[in-house]
């Protein structure tokens, strides 16, 4: 697929994958924040992982996933990119439109592909318009544009961040649509006790007892990152990977080659939690690092035990992003289970582009009654959370 538009002023193209693309020049878009060695705001949209997942083969042909990044030039210089995907398929997005794909199939019309501007199988909110502020309105029309000129049913931007859908939403037929998730905010704590004096007697003494359990186990669990992981470490963890992928979605989407990749450009990017008996990895959770937040990706155990899981997935995230100074933890999509783990829910954003304006207004129906519920929803689990109340309704915390 190729395309330019406003030549007066812009050339938009596509590339056939950020691998044909310089990394600097890619970077200095993705996140400029690291320009000075400093951490990106999140990994995800770097190009070292975006390649990781082309040069793995985890997106490419045969996947449904045919990487198309979107540039856009201006005066000869790169001054905004996309991390675009076109797509035959819904999988792997986490922002769910199968429902949307079948009423357009069933009243005879075409769904697939589509456009998808995201982070493959990464449910992490993170800026998708790259580049200045003032060039996400031109790249988001576009995208809308490309859409159009060559038939497709629609273009999808999904986990955008919430400026970018304040300045995108209703811009040229643009659907804004909010979704919720669980992300752990850091109060100013400095210790994980802190945490807990924060919280109700009752989820205070459940969190207790439930590290209590997973220590029981009687497991060696480690914190590892940068050069502390070994290629030994990647071994172990597509076990788990495979075991957990198997069990939720049949086939896991990323790789064994991917891991490789992230052990050779990504290790200062990854924190491991492993546990290991006799010096054998037996479980581990694999978090990503950004310059505020920790975000859990994939989990996965040959041995499983009571609380195990969240120990390795929740506490110990919260424990070393409090040790770190960080804001906040992102732990993954869906799961209330988290809310008693002091996850609260947190909007999600996204924007959707529908060409056919009929099926535009009844997406648009739908999105506006999904936004109700979404914030009773929200509301409803926010007073079920297991912070103390203003005004020490609950006891005070032991000394």
């Known amino acids: 697929m190729q395309d330019t538009a406003n030549r007066q002023t812009a050339d938009v193209r596509i590339a056939p994958g950020v691998l044909s693309l310089d990394p600097g020049e890619w970077d200095a878009l993705a996140c400029p924040e690291a320009a000075n060695g400093g951490r990106p705001f999140d990994p995800f949209t770097t190009h070292r992982f975006l390649a990781a997942l082309e040069r793995s083969g985890s997106v490419g042909a045969g996947t449904g996933w045919q990487p198309q990044p979107l540039i856009l030039h201006r005066d000869g210089r790169a001054v905004a990119a996309a991390p675009l995907y076109a797509k035959t398929h819904s999988q792997g ?22 456009l998808q501007v995201a982070v493959p199988f990464t449910p992490v909110t993170g800026r998708r318009f790259l580049g200045a502020a003032e060039d996400v309105r ?15 049913s629609s273009a999808h931007v999904t986990f955008c961040t919430a400026d ?57 669990i480690r914190a590892l990152t940068g050069d502390a992981i070994e290629p030994a470490h990647w071994d172990a963890f597509w076990a788990f990977y495979q075991d957990t992928g198997s069990r939720k979605w049949g086939r896991p989407y990323l790789t064994r080659a991917f891991f ?10 990854v924190l491991l939690v492993m546990a290991f ?13 950004g310059r505020d937040a920790l975000y859990g990706r994939y989990w996965g155990a040959l041995e499983h035990h009571p ?34 783990r002091g996850y609260m829910p947190a909007e999600i954003h996204s924007l959707h582009w529908i060409a056919d304006a009929g099926f535009r207004r009844a997406v648009a ?21 297991p912070f103390r109340r203003a005004g020490g309704a609950d006891e005070p915390p032991a000394a």
Request: hydrophobic content about 40%; glycine content about 10%.
């Open 93 to 114: 997005e986490y922002i769910f439109d199968h429902g949307w794909a079948e009423a357009w199939m069933r009243a005879g019309g075409r769904y697939y592909p589509k």
């Open 307 to 340: 609380c195990l899981h969240f120990e390795l997935c929740y506490h110990q995230a919260i424990d070393w992003a409090i040790a770190q100074g960080l804001d906040r933890v992102e732990a993954g999509a869906q799961g209330e289970h988290k809310l008693a």
């Open 277 to 289: 008996r006799n010096g054998h990895p037996v479980a581990g959770a694999l978090n990503f690092i």
């Open 260 to 269: 490789d990749e992230v052990h050779r450009t990504m290790r200062d990017d």
């Open 138 to 152: 031109p790249l988001a029309r576009a995208l809308a544009g490309i859409t159009e000129r060559n038939g497709l």
């Open 164 to 220: 970018e859908a304040a300045a995108v939403g209703g811009m040229d037929g643009y659907l804004h649509r909010v979704t919720q998730q669980y992300h752990w905010l850091n109060r100013g704590y400095d210790s994980f006790d802190a945490f807990l004096a924060d919280l109700s007697s009752r989820k205070r003494k459940a969190i207790r007892k439930e590290r209590e359990t997973a220590r029981a186990a009687g497991l060696d």
């Open 365 to 385: 129906d739908y999105l506006a009654a999904e936004r109700r519920a979404v914030a009773e929803d929200m509301e409803i689990l926010t007073s079920m959370g």
